[in-house]
């Protein structure tokens, strides 16, 4: 698993809580934040702010990213996108993976290239068994498992 940290000033989170970032960002990037992916973030101010920082560094890089319940049947625009890089039966590996997580946060791809993002945010760490699962991930699904970082600039 590769580890990549970066900061973000605190007037985001700020804004992000307040609800006038999300949708500055989701009007900013209609290919990445779909209104669902805005509806999520609006009803839960307290999360998703690392996912979404995440998603449009990953998408200045030229990349396409999924975020927000890319696996469920009722998101199915994500889902055809997953289901060209994936079988139907490594789908459902992601869906119960060993140890039980949810999948990662972010699935990031371009051409034929594609990873897997965890996101954490600030004291947030990743766990023993999110560890272990991830490496898992990589293993049967041969892809990487990134995890990113968003710290406050002190």
């Known amino acids: 698993m590769e580890i990549k940290t970066f900061t973000y000033s605190s007037i985001f ?3 992000w ?3 006038s ?4 960002w989701q009007r900013k990037h209609p290919d990445i934040f779909d209104k669902d992916d805005l509806r999520i973030a609006l009803s ?3 999360y998703h702010f690392g996912e979404w920082f995440a998603a449009i560094h990953y998408a200045k890089k030229g990349y396409r990213v999924l975020v927000e319940k890319y696996l469920y049947q009722n998101h199915a625009r994500k889902l055809k996108i997953i ?6 039966h490594k789908i459902e590996i992601l869906r119960h993976p060993k140890p039980r997580h949810q999948a990662p946060d972010l699935f990031v ?3 034929k290239k594609f990873f897997f993002v965890e996101v954490k ?3 947030d760490r990743l766990s023993k068994s999110q560890e272990n699962c991830f490496r898992n991930i990589e293993k049967r699904l041969k892809c990487k498992v990134q995890i990113f970082y ?3 600039k002190k």
């Open 121 to 123: 945010r600030d004291n």
């Open 21 to 24: 970032l999300p949708k500055e």
């Open 44 to 46: 839960q101010p307290k």
């Open 17 to 19: 809580r307040s609800g």
């Open 13 to 15: 989170l700020k804004r």
């Open 150 to 152: 968003v710290r406050a």
């Open 83 to 88: 289901g060209r890089f994936f079988t139907p």
């Open 109 to 111: 791809y371009k051409g």
